[in-house]
C-alpha cells in the first residue's frame, strides 16, 4: 500500500505552497474526471484537507461523460468511452495516488498498465465490407493526400483558423482505408476543425506503424466508470471530500474590478431550493465548461432514444451566463449551436446467450478485448461495434456479455431498415447490424436473448467544431485570482480534446495554477520530435 501512495507522502512533506490555504475551502461544479482529478490533486499536491472541498453535480451520480452503470436485467449502458494509450502522463499521474478497488495493494494506474500488457490489442479485422474483412495493410493514401497530411501537421494553428477537415483535403481522400480508420476510431467528421485534426495527427503519430492493427491502444479491466471514476470517488470520499448530488449551479457571481478578479459567490438549486454560496478571499472555485453527454437520452429494444437539442442543461446554460459580455470567458455558441453536425448515436447491448460472441471472435480472429473496434463501412450509418473482454462491469454476472457501439451517421435511412437510426429502436439497429454481419439465421436466436439500449447525444463532438482562438477560455484566465476553467472547452496547447488526458491535464494546470505549486507539468508527448518516430510513420503512409 506505501507505493501507493508515495507520491502523497512526498508531496505531503514539502511545504512548497506560496500562498497559505488557511481556512479556504475548494469548490468544484460538475463532478466529471476533470473536477474529480482536479479535488485529487488539491489533496496531494494542495495539502488541502478533503473536508474543505465540495463538488456540486446536476445529476444523482458523479463521473459525468464517462459513465457505465446497469444491471443483467435492466440492460447495461455506456454512452461513450474514451481511448487511453500509454502516453497519458497526466492520467498515469493522478492514478498511481488511487488505490484499485479490486486490490488495494495496487494503484489504478499499476492495473491499467497490467491490463493493457496482458490484452495487447491486435486487430485481425479493422474494417468490414459486404461482410468481408477488408485488407488495410495499405492506408490506400494517394501522392497529394501524403502531402495534404504532411503540409497539414507542419501548418501554424493561427494560419489554419476555422477551417473545416474537408476544407484541406480532396474528396477522394474520404473514401481511402486511412480516413475510414482514423475518422471511427476518434470520432472525427469531415466538417470538422482542421486544427482539431493536426492535433490529433501529432499527438498520435507514434501510433502510426500499427494504426490499422489498433496497436498502442490501451484499455481499463472494466468500463471507464467501473475502473477509474468509482476508486477515484471512493479515495475523495474517504478523504472527506464533500459531494452535492442533484445540485444544479445556476450563476457565478464576479468581481471583474481592478486587476484582480474573482468570484464572489455561487448560486445553485438542490431539491428545488435555491441556495447561495459566498466565497471568501481564500477560496477556490473551478468550473466545468460544457458537456458533450448533456441532454443525451436513452431507448428501449421496442422505442428509439429521443432527441433532445435545447440547452436547458447546467453546463451550457451556465457557460452560456458566465461568457455573456466577457469574451475572454470563451464563445460557447462555437461549440454548442451546431447539433446536426455534433450529434450522433451509440448503443448498448446487454446478452445472456454468448453466440454472438462467439461468431465476432471467429469472424474476427480476436478474442473480445483484443481486437477493438471494427467498422462497417458500407453502412449507411456508417457503424462500429467493440467487443471489450468480460466481465465489462464489475457486477456482470459470468452468462451475461455485454458490447457496444455508434454511428457517425444516425440521421441517414439504414441500408436493410428504411428509416434513419435515430429512428430506430434497439431491436431495429441489431437487425441493421446484423444484415450487414450476414448472420442469417442465427439472428433472431441472438435479438431474442439481447437488450439492446440506445443513445442519442446532440452534443458529443461538440468540441471538435471549427474555433479559432479565444472561442476556448485560458485555464486560468488573466487576471483570474480564483477561478479557473477546466475540461474539455477550456485552452490548452498542443493536448487533443476528447479525451481523458485532457481534462485531467486541465485539472493539474488549475491548482497547480492557483495555488502556484513549483512543480512541473508533465509535458504533452510529442512524437514528431523523435526522429525514429517520424520515420515509421512516413514509411507507414507510404505503404
Known amino acids: 500500500m506505501q507505493h501507493v501512495h508515495e507520491s502523497l507522502n512526498r508531496e505531503a512533506s514539502r511545504k512548497h505552497n506560496a500562498i497559505s490555504l488557511g481556512s479556504g475551502k475548494a469548490y468544484f461544479v460538475g463532478s466529471g474526471i476533470a473536477s474529480l482529478s482536479g479535488a485529487a490533486f ?49 492520467t498515469y499521474d493522478l492514478f498511481a495516488s488511487i488505490p484499485s478497488l479490486t486490490d488495494p495493494a495496487k494503484s489504478v494506474k499499476d492495473e491499467i498498465f497490467e491490463f493493457s500488457q496482458q490484452y495487447v490489442s491486435n486487430s485481425r479485422c479493422r474494417l468490414v465490407r459486404d461482410g468481408q474483412k477488408v485488407d488495410v495493410s495499405s492506408f490506400e493514401l494517394s501522392e497529394k493526400d501524403r502531402l495534404d497530411l504532411v503540409a497539414l501537421m507542419m501548418h501554424s494553428e493561427h494560419s489554419l483558423g476555422a477551417k473545416r477537415i474537408e476544407d484541406w483535403f480532396s474528396p477522394t481522400f474520404f473514401e481511402n482505408n486511412f480516413w475510414l480508420m482514423w475518422a471511427t476510431m476518434f470520432a472525427f467528421q469531415p466538417w470538422h476543425s482542421v486544427v482539431e485534426l493536426k492535433r490529433y495527427l501529432l499527438r498520435f503519430i507514434q501510433l502510426f506503424p500499427d494504426f490499422n492493427k489498433m496497436g498502442g491502444v490501451w484499455r481499463t479491466p472494466y468500463n471507464q466508470y467501473d475502473s477509474m471514476i468509482l476508486p477515484l470517488v471512493t479515495w475523495l470520499k474517504a478523504q ?8 444544479k449551479v445556476t450563476g457565478l457571481d464576479f468581481d471583474l474590478g481592478g486587476e484582480q478578479r474573482s468570484v464572489k459567490g455561487i448560486r445553485y438549486t438542490c431539491d428545488e431550493e435555491s441556495n447561495n454560496i459566498a466565497i471568501g478571499q481564500d477560496d477556490l472555485v473551478f468550473v466545468t465548461l460544457g458537456c458533450m453527454t448533456e441532454n443525451s437520452s436513452l431507448g428501449s429494444m ?23 459580455g466577457r469574451p475572454r470567458f470563451g464563445h460557447p455558441a462555437v461549440f454548442a449551436d451546431h447539433i446536426q453536425q455534433t450529434k450522433w448515436q451509440s448503443f448498448t447491448v446487454t446478452l445472456t446467450d454468448p453466440a454472438f460472441f462467439n461468431f465476432i471472435e471467429e469472424f474476427t480472429g480476436n478474442q473480445a ?84 439500449i440506445p443513445c442519442l447525444m ?34 490548452l496547447p498542443d493536448d487533443v480534446v476528447f479525451t481523458v488526458e485532457y481534462s485531467i491535464r486541465s485539472a493539474l494546470t488549475a491548482v497547480y495554477s492557483l495555488l502556484d505549486i513549483k512543480k512541473e507539468i508533465p509535458q504533452v508527448f510529442k512524437g514528431q520530435h523523435d526522429v525514429g518516430v517520424l520515420f515509421n510513420a512516413l514509411k507507414t503512409m507510404h505503404q
Not at 446532440?458 to 477546466?486: H, L, W, Y
Open 240 to 247: 472527506g471530500v464533500r459531494f452535492r448530488l442533484n445540485a
Open 369 to 452: 478485448g483484443t481486437g477493438g473496434l471494427f467498422t462497417l463501412t458500407d453502412s449507411n450509418w456508417f457503424m462500429s461495434i467493440v467487443l471489450a473482454h468480460q466481465p465489462h462491469f464489475i457486477n456482470q454476472p459470468e452468462n451475461v456479455f455485454v458490447f457496444w457501439g455508434y454511428g457517425l451517421f444516425p440521421d441517414r435511412i439504414g441500408n436493410f431498415v428504411n428509416k434513419p437510426m435515430s429512428n430506430c429502436s434497439g431491436e431495429e439497429i441489431l437487425i441493421e447490424l446484423f444484415q450487414h454481419l450476414k448472420l442469417g439465421e442465427q439472428a433472431q436466436a441472438i435479438i431474442d436473448a439481447a437488450n439492446c
Open 42 to 90: 488539491l489533496i496531494r499536491d494542495g495539502l488541502m484537507p478533503g473536508e474543505a472541498i465540495q463538488i456540486f453535480e446536476e445529476l444523482k451520480i458523479t463521473g459525468g461523460s464517462l459513465d457505465g452503470a446497469g444491471s443483467p436485467e435492466k440492460g447495461y449502458v455506456i454512452r461513450g468511452g474514451r481511448m487511453i494509450e500509454e502516453h497519458y502522463v497526466c
Open 302 to 324: 421496442t422505442a428509439p432514444a429521443i432527441l433532445n437539442s435545447n440547452k436547458s442543461g447546467s453546463a451550457w446554460t451556465l457557460w452560456g451566463d458566465i461568457a455573456k
Open 458 to 491: 446532440p452534443f458529443i463532438t461538440s468540441q471538435f467544431m471549427p474555433r479559432v482562438e479565444g472561442d476556448r477560455p485560458n485555464v486560468v484566465p488573466a487576471g483570474a485570482k480564483n477561478f479557473a476553467f477546466i475540461g474539455q472547452f477550456c485552452e
